[in-house]
């Protein structure tokens, strides 16, 4: 399980977060105050809430990529990541740890003239809230996987401790660097003026206009757009209500068994991933969501498929009815109900023979792994499932040696290249492959 990139991507962004909730305290303003002529002013602990800022703004958009990445990775396998996804549209693209404002003030003239230096930081609390949901709705997504268990042997592992202290060590080395720097305040502050007001002032500019959009109150609905979302709430909970009646008949093993692909088009597109994402994945794990392909539910042969995607529409619909219903309706909820899919892709895995690692040295060399399935599409407008096909697809021979585990030397990297390699082709089976069934 440490070696599920999900995992240990969530667990990443759990400790980051604890990381960022710890840059949190202490003073958010420090003041300055430096004698015309003289060389070093006297300040406020500015070194330190300088560090804070700087360790912030690098810190929080690596939670959110750590965050996304376990997103990815659990949405491959077909794990309902909705929640998640609620709070990054919320979070937005901004990534910024900190809003920092510096006031400048002299008073007096000439040799008596005194010179004020103020800094603000206003950290980002909102966000660290948001992330810390986050990561807590993809733990909440993910039962199977023992998350107190996991972090219970990371509290408990001396080379976390280890890192913990190689951490600190670097942060004090970086904060004895820093009052170098700094160790002249003003003089450093005049020479740096121009290019941190630019900077402070863009950076203030994307943020206010973020928080106002975040915060600005949703646009009233008039009454025809009322009446169209509520036309909509009753068209998508019949819809619903008879895909639920007849789901447990389509999906029940010994119909999926006799169903059959046609020769005519599946009327539902499953997308794979491009080439060249699809191989930047395969080779280090890292995928665009937006642009990575069709999400989808994967199963093993034999085991039951509750209706939870028909259940999870049907609390979307009800909760666009509740606010239609309060008159505090949106222009959201309309969209909420445009992006219920009427198909769920799915797939059976029949047979799952994980690639072995036979050598290292001099080159990387394996027995290929091997999935093979079924795959099927259940449209929720015919209540029934549609598409049907069939997939066997295997790892790439590893002689020669394949392109994507160029600079991989360890066998456990080695192992999670090859088995993302097989997720790939199981996606490109699945967009070449799935037909309408036979009737």
Request: charged share 25%; hydrophobic share 45%.
């Amino acid at each position: 399980m440490v070696d599920d990139p999900g995992v240990r991507s969530v667990r990443v962004a759990a400790a980051l977060c604890d990381r960022f909730a710890e840059l949190l305290k202490g003073p958010s303003t420090v003041a300055a105050h430096k004698q015309e002529g003289a060389l070093l002013g006297v300040s406020g602990n500015q070194d330190a809430l300088s560090l804070r800022i700087g360790e912030a703004q690098q810190i929080y958009p690596e939670i959110w990529r750590h965050l996304d990445d376990a997103r990815t990775a659990f949405a491959g396998r077909g794990i309902d990541v909705g929640a998640y996804d609620v709070l990054r549209a919320a979070e937005g693209n901004m990534g910024l740890g900190a809003a920092v404002d510096v006031k400048y003030r002299t008073e007096g003239f000439g040799q008596h003239a005194v010179h004020h230096h103020v800094k603000s930081a206003n950290f980002n609390q909102a966000g660290l809230h948001r992330a810390r949901l986050a990561y807590q709705a993809l733990m909440r997504a993910t039962p199977q996987i023992d998350w107190a268990a996991i972090a219970a042997a990371e509290a408990n592992d001396p080379a976390a401790a280890a890192f913990g202290r190689a951490t600190r060590t670097k942060r004090w080395i970086s904060l004895g660097a820093l009052a170098l720097v700094i160790g002249s305040p003003f003089l450093y502050v005049l020479y740096t003026r121009h290019r941190d007001r630019v900077e402070r002032e863009d950076r203030r500019a994307a943020w206010d206009a973020e928080q106002k959009r975040l915060e600005a109150p949703p646009t009233p609905l008039s009454q025809a757009e009322v009446t169209q979302l509520r036309a909509m709430v009753e068209k998508q909970r019949a819809q619903l209500a008879a895909a639920r009646q007849g789901w447990a008949t389509a999906v029940a093993p010994e119909a999926l068994a006799a169903l059959e692909p046609g020769t005519a088009p599946c009327p539902f597109t499953f997308q794979a991933p491009p080439t060249a994402a699809a191989d930047t994945y395969i080779h280090d794990g890292t995928a665009d969501p937006s642009g990575f392909g069709t999400d989808f539910i994967a199963l093993r042969a034999g085991s039951g498929f509750p209706d939870q995607e028909l259940e999870r529409d049907e609390r979307t619909v009800e909760g666009v009815s509740r606010r239609v219903a309060a008159g505090t309706a949106s222009a959201g909820d309309h969209e909420l109900l445009k992006r219920i899919d009427p198909y769920i892709p799915f797939v059976f895995i029949d047979k799952d023979i994980a690639a072995d690692i036979t050598a290292t040295a001099p080159k990387m060399a394996y027995t290929p792994g091997e999935v093979t399935g079924r795959g099927y599409v259940f449209s929720i407008l015919d209540g029934k499932v549609v598409c049907a096909a069939r997939f066997d697809v295997k790892n790439t021979p590893s002689d020669p040696p394949p392109a994507f585990l160029d600079g991989i030397r360890r066998a456990p990297d080695a192992k999670l290249a090859l088995h993302r390699e097989l997720e790939v082709r199981l996606r490109q089976a699945m967009a070449a492959g799935l037909r309408a069934t036979l009737p």
